[in-house]
């Protein structure tokens, strides 16, 4: 990211239909700014966008006030807010951890407790649900990335880690993330 460009946070959801990016995307671009980082997915009959735009101050003003009108004729309802480059407090170590079990309810939960209880960020997450292959079991499928303090004693961490998951029946990797 660049020092000069202020930054907007900007989260939409609405029916999906074709031509929601295209239109959401040509508007950003229009008024002068660039897309950072997003995440646009589909849920359900819901499309949903989480996304990072940066620019000059007077362009996201811009988008800014053309944001409702956007979402009245996209039929979407979005919320923005201003934001700032993101500080690091210490060095970490990105790792992907991936999960996958059978589906019930409190596996994100107990995730993320883990995670908070040995003071690591979740810096992103999505989850799926499939069905088993042969059987048609409902299964459940976690990916994220946390970020690990690099003062953390990994191979302690990932012991704890899969003990954890030992004990609640999922199934684990813990790597270094490759990105």
Same mark, same amino acid.
């Given at each position: 990211m660049q020092a000069s460009n202020d930054y907007l946070v900007i989260t939409a959801a609405g029916d999906d239909k074709v031509g929601l990016v295209e239109a959401f995307s040509a508007k950003i671009t229009e008024t002068g700014c660039n897309i950072e980082d997003s995440r646009m997915t589909v849920l359900g009959g819901q499309f949903?966008?989480?996304?990072?735009?940066?620019? &000059?101050?007077?362009?996201?003003?811009? !988008?800014?006030? +053309? %944001?409702?009108? !956007?979402? *009245?004729q996209l039929g979407l309802t979005? /919320?923005?807010? @201003?934001? *700032?480059? @993101?500080?690091? @407090? +210490? =060095? /970490?170590? &990105?790792?992907?951890?991936?999960?996958?079990? %059978?589906?019930? &309810?409190?596996?994100?939960?107990?995730?993320?407790?883990?995670?908070?209880?040995?003071?690591?960020?979740?810096?992103?997450?999505?989850t799926d649900t499939y069905p088993a292959p042969h059987t048609g079991t @409902?299964?459940?499928?976690?990916?994220?990335?946390?970020?690990? =303090?690099?003062?953390t004693h990994i191979p302690t961490l990932r012991a704890d880690f899969f003990d954890y998951c030992d004990d609640l029946n999922l199934d684990a990797t813990f790597e270094p993330s490759r990105s």
């Open positions: 949903a966008i989480l996304m990072l735009v940066s620019g &000059p101050w007077n362009a996201l003003s811009k !988008l800014e006030s +053309q %944001l409702d009108g !956007l979402g *009245r979005i /919320t923005h807010k @201003r934001t *700032r480059e @993101r500080e690091r @407090r +210490q =060095p /970490t170590l &990105p790792y992907h951890v991936e999960v996958v079990a %059978l589906d019930h &309810p409190g596996i994100v939960h107990k995730l993320a407790r883990f995670f908070a209880g040995h003071g690591i960020n979740i810096e992103e997450l999505s @409902r299964m459940f499928s976690v990916h994220m990335e946390v970020g690990v =303090p690099a003062s």
